[in-house]
């Protein structure tokens, strides 16, 4: 997965769609759309010693795994969970808080080309649009 620059003097969608037509050109083929979300947690100010900073968790869905939910914790290991992951977050609220400010999504349009899948992505934090991912 990388980050793509926009291009100079266009938008963020423009620039999407000027790779999609480039990745067509090529004889790339659709193969449907994907969707990755991130929503960042904190472990509650109760638990942490005052003067250092709380541990965070990255929870993500991902439209190619829809039964599964994946936390990475920082610095830390990798879970695999089922889909109701979500639901026991909201059980350890006195644990581990969401920073609702900070949930960050990429949606697009997955290609097929020869032996690859790529897709591509706007990345959006909120209602605004941050960035292109391309994962190949």
Not at 20 to 30: T, V
Not at 49 to 65: A, C, D, P, R
Not at 87 to 111: P, W
């Amino acid at each position: 997965v990388s980050q793509v620059p926009v291009a100079e003097g266009k938008s963020v969608q423009q620039t999407v769609e000027l790779l999609a037509r480039r990745l067509e050109a090529l004889g790339a083929d659709k193969q449907g759309t994907f969707g990755v979300d991130c929503e960042t947690y904190h472990t509650a100010a109760a638990l942490g010693t005052q003067g250092q900073t709380g541990k965070l968790m990255y929870v993500m869905h991902n439209s190619e795994y829809p039964l599964s939910c994946f936390a990475l914790f920082e610095n830390g290991p990798c879970l695999v969970a089922d889909a109701n992951f979500d639901t026991l977050m909201v059980k350890l609220k006195g644990f581990f808080q969401n920073a609702k400010a900070n949930k960050i999504e990429s949606r697009g349009t997955r290609y097929q080309y020869c032996d690859f899948l790529v897709k591509l992505g706007t990345v959006t934090m909120g209602p605004s649009a941050r960035g292109i991912s391309v994962e190949v």
